[in-house]
């Protein structure tokens, strides 16, 4: 098999965008995400769900696209890209929903109004990874040496994740956040779901545009990680975007789902390191030897399952004396 071969056609990206937009549409208008509320773990994990089985569904739809366009080969290959690509992304999003659980604590962000901000995080970050993808495509199709700078790259940032595991990021430092308290109206309290409000026919922002402005912005980071991370995996666009896309629309139900459960899974954050630094590793090794995918799917998920159950046992409660 080519192992440069594009399977992305111009039907099947219309195809995928019309998804996106149509599953985007539903949640906000037609199951309740257009109204504030606190989702309870009961509904996030039933639309986690919904999202995984999506995702197995299309890859699925995709090998059997691929067998008869061509061959058993080409759609096997193709689907464990997709595969890999998702687990990879899925495990790397756990990091955003730290973040997320950080900056609404920060702030002191109502429960019930967290749902919009995530909304409009994971819509601004389909259209990031989007123009990073195509970026990031284009870029390894005309200089490949690049994926050496990001393999390199990916390893450093492990390795920084591992040693500052355990620090605390304080955003009262964070001089972004500074300057905007600085030169912008600001109301004092939340005013529901409203990202501004007139105030004597002036526009006053509220706290909660500031959390989406940082919501945005750690989206933009963990981009710069991710999207080097899945072209570890395969440099076909088509695979990368999708695997990326539908790793971001579960982020919200997931988030939902863990944020109560984030103080019991405190050593994930030591093995998403070690997945970036095992795909860094993958990248600058490539020109002499290429790990499988499946090889590497299995990594990964042996990675992740390790530091989940280490995080279990370790913050498990003690049993009750007979």
Same mark, same amino acid.
């Given at each position: ?85 998702? #687990?990879?992304?899925?495990?790397? /999003? $756990? !990091?955003? +929903?730290?973040?997320?659980?950080? *900056?609404? @604590? ?110 945005? #912005?750690?989206?933009?980071?963990? /981009? $710069? !990680?991710? +999207?080097?991370?899945?072209?570890? *995996?395969? @440099? ?87």
């Amino acid at each position: 098999m080519d192992a440069a071969l594009h399977i992305g056609e111009p039907w099947m990206w219309a195809a995928f965008v019309g998804f996106v937009l149509v599953m985007l549409a539903v949640d906000l208008f037609l199951v309740g995400g257009n109204k504030a509320h606190k989702v309870s773990f009961r509904e996030a994990a039933a639309w986690s769900f919904v999202w995984f089985t999506l995702a197995m569904v299309f890859n699925l739809g995709l090998w059997w696209h691929l067998k008869g366009a061509y061959g058993s080969a080409v759609a096997d290959v193709k689907a464990m890209e997709f595969l890999t690509g998702y #687990l990879i992304e899925k495990s790397l /999003a $756990v !990091d955003n +929903i730290f973040v997320f659980l950080m *900056i609404f @604590t920060f702030f002191a962000v109502p429960a019930e109004v967290q749902r919009r901000v995530l909304i409009y995080g994971v819509i601004g970050a389909i259209v990031m990874r989007a123009i990073m993808i195509l970026a990031g495509a284009w870029l390894v199709q005309e200089f490949h040496w690049i994926l050496y700078l990001f393999g390199a790259f990916l390893v450093a940032t492990g390795i920084k994740m591992l040693i500052f595991a355990e620090a605390e990021p304080d955003l009262n430092k964070n001089p972004l956040l500074g300057w905007i308290k600085r030169h912008m109206r600001l109301t004092v309290d939340y005013r529901g779901e409203k990202f501004w409000v007139r105030e004597n026919g002036v526009r006053v922002f509220t706290p909660l545009f500031l959390v989406l402005i940082m919501i945005e #912005l750690s989206d933009l980071v963990f /981009a $710069v !990680d991710s +999207i080097p991370a899945i072209f570890a *995996i395969t @440099t076909d666009p088509f695979i990368v975007f999708t695997s990326n896309i539908f790793a971001i629309l579960g982020l919200r139900a997931m988030y939902f789902m863990l944020s109560g459960l984030a103080d019991r899974f405190h050593l994930l954050k030591y093995g998403l390191a070690m997945v970036l630094v095992f795909v860094g590793t993958k990248m600058l090794i490539v020109g002499f030897y290429k790990i499988p995918v499946g090889l590497s799917l299995g990594i990964v998920g042996l990675i992740i399952a390790t530091f989940m159950f280490a995080s279990l046992w370790v913050t498990r409660k003690p049993s009750a004396p007979g």
